[in-house]
């Protein structure tokens, strides 16, 4: 179901809680691989995406709603 791109939401949720060691690190790394891979987002899109630690373990999700 495509929507119009104004009705959109760019949701990103961290557990900090399940970060190991720096977490501020973590955060940086988990939003430049985000900001990296959103030009190849279709943002007019309901999708959803885990967010993966540097140890490859699920510490959130990464939505468009």
Do not use: K
Request: charged share 30%.
């Amino acid at each position: 179901m495509r929507l119009r791109l104004r009705d959109m939401r760019l949701i990103l949720d961290v557990d900090l809680d399940a970060l190991d060691g720096d977490a501020a690190a973590e955060v940086g790394r988990i939003l430049r691989y985000w900001a990296g891979a959103a030009a190849q987002l279709p943002l007019d899109q309901a999708v959803s995406h885990d967010l993966m630690d540097s140890q490859y373990r699920a510490v959130g999700t990464f939505r468009i709603e």
